[in-house]
């Protein structure tokens, strides 16, 4: 294991080295990729380890870029500290409101945090701190760099935290959880204390991306911080990649955001339909993921194709 990640080092100097070989628009492509894939590894903790599809981590972003926002534009603070104020934000409504939903399984639970992402956005939009409808502007930057760095070092550390989780007994518990959770509780997993951990640290991480991509464009309303495609988005990419794995999001991530670039470059209005496509043919031919190919492929070859859609009674 200790070689694996030691083989990631020169992949991590050439990411870390783009601000300074690429053009500006590799850096922009670069924040907005490396941003998503850290929300789909954010997401990965509790939906991929545990099982419970979130549509409301879009809250703990849009608290994030608020918590920034608020802390800057209308405190005069400085960025730290505003991205210290919406990760707390994230952590307390995480707190109060992961005892009573997490309690919810299946559809129910997928609802009740769509929910949330919907009455975080109207309860914004009529506070006059947060700018109400209007929104804030941020201190205006251009230090794309910093932002490209910034981001980058997100994603290590939520990809760092995701790993010790597959190797820890409390991402066997999570997966406990996820297999047979009234099982794992018959053997003593306090399923409600784990998983409630499992969101406040996905919500830490998401909301942190929400503070960084709101001081990088410098403005944010309540429809963008809290927009639900987002989660959409979030679920794509982790399930594409492969869910319950510590590279399975950042890869599915990567990939479709560059699969999106293209097309919307190439052939504009006919990228969405496209993309699509593309998330179409992953599921039925690979409903574990890209991170899955590689070992099926080898064992069963073409035919591993084929056999996922026979499982999964495709």
Same mark, same amino acid.
């Given at each position: 294991?200790? =070689?694996?990640? @030691? *083989? %990631?080092?020169? /992949? !991590? +100097? $050439?990411?870390?080295?783009?601000?300074?070989? #690429?053009?500006?628009?590799?850096?922009?492509?670069?924040?907005?990729?490396?941003?998503?894939?850290?929300?789909?590894?954010?997401?990965?903790?509790?939906?991929?380890?545990?099982?419970?599809?979130?549509?409301?981590?879009?809250?703990?972003?849009?608290?994030?870029?608020?918590?920034?926002?608020?802390?800057?534009?209308?405190?005069?603070?400085?960025? =730290?500290?505003? @991205? *210290? %104020?919406?990760? /707390? !934000? +994230? $952590?307390?409504?995480?707190?109060?409101?992961? #005892?009573?939903?997490?309690?919810?399984?299946?559809?129910?639970?997928?609802?009740?945090?769509?929910?949330?992402?919907?009455?975080?956005?109207?309860?914004?939009?009529?506070?006059?701190?947060?700018?109400?409808?209007?929104?804030?502007?941020?201190?205006?930057?251009?230090?794309?760099?910093?932002?490209?760095?910034?981001?980058?070092?997100?994603?290590?550390?939520?990809?760092? *935290?995701?790993?010790?989780?597959?190797?820890?007994?409390?991402?066997?518990?999570?997966?406990?959880?996820?297999?047979?959770?009234?099982?794992?509780?018959?053997?003593?997993?306090?399923?409600?204390?784990?998983?409630?951990?499992?969101?406040?640290?996905?919500?830490?991480?998401?909301?942190?991306?929400?503070?960084?991509?709101?001081?990088?464009?410098?403005?944010?309303?309540?429809?963008?911080?809290?927009?639900?495609?987002?989660?959409?988005?979030?679920?794509?990419?982790?399930?594409?990649?492969?869910?319950?794995?510590?590279?399975?999001?950042?890869?599915?991530?990567?990939?479709?955001?560059?699969?999106?670039?293209?097309?919307?470059?190439?052939?504009?209005?006919?990228?969405?339909?496209?993309?699509?496509?593309?998330?179409?043919?992953?599921?039925?031919?690979?409903?574990?993921?890209?991170?899955?190919?590689?070992?099926?492929?080898?064992?069963?070859?073409?035919?591993?194709?084929?056999?996922?859609?026979?499982?999964?009674?495709?």
């Amino acid at each position: 294991m200790k =070689w694996r990640w @030691l *083989a %990631l080092a020169p /992949v !991590l +100097a $050439v990411l870390a080295g783009v601000p300074w070989l #690429g053009d500006a628009v590799l850096i922009q492509f670069g924040i907005n990729a490396l941003l998503i894939a850290t929300l789909a590894q954010s997401w990965n903790i509790l939906g991929g380890f545990t099982g419970y599809v979130s549509f409301g981590n879009s809250a703990f972003y849009g608290l994030g870029a608020y918590g920034t926002a608020i802390a800057m534009a209308q405190w005069h603070q400085p960025f =730290w500290l505003g @991205l *210290a %104020l919406g990760a /707390v !934000l +994230a $952590v307390v409504v995480a707190a109060v409101l992961g #005892g009573p939903i997490l309690r919810l399984r299946g559809p129910y639970f997928a609802i009740v945090t769509l929910g949330i992402s919907a009455a975080l956005s109207a309860l914004f939009a009529n506070l006059d701190i947060a700018g109400k409808n209007i929104g804030l502007i941020l201190p205006l930057t251009r230090d794309d760099a910093m932002f490209y760095e910034l981001s980058l070092g997100l994603l290590a550390a939520a990809t760092v *935290a995701v790993a010790w989780i597959a190797r820890s007994r409390f991402g066997i518990a999570l997966i406990a959880i996820r297999e047979n959770e009234d099982a794992a509780a018959a053997v003593g997993v306090d399923a409600t204390r784990y998983k409630l951990a499992a969101l406040i640290l996905a919500a830490v991480f998401t909301a942190l991306a929400g503070g960084i991509h709101a001081y990088w464009i410098t403005f944010i309303d309540p429809a963008g911080s809290f927009d639900t495609t987002l989660d959409v988005r979030m679920v794509i990419m982790t399930m594409f990649g492969g869910p319950g794995t510590v590279f399975g999001p950042v890869i599915g991530a990567f990939v479709l955001s560059a699969i999106y670039e293209v097309l919307a470059n190439g052939i504009s209005t006919a990228a969405a339909l496209f993309f699509g496509l593309v998330i179409l043919l992953a599921v039925i031919f690979l409903p574990k993921g890209l991170i899955d190919l590689g070992g099926g492929f080898r064992a069963l070859g073409w035919r591993y194709f084929l056999a996922n859609i026979e499982r999964h009674r495709l």
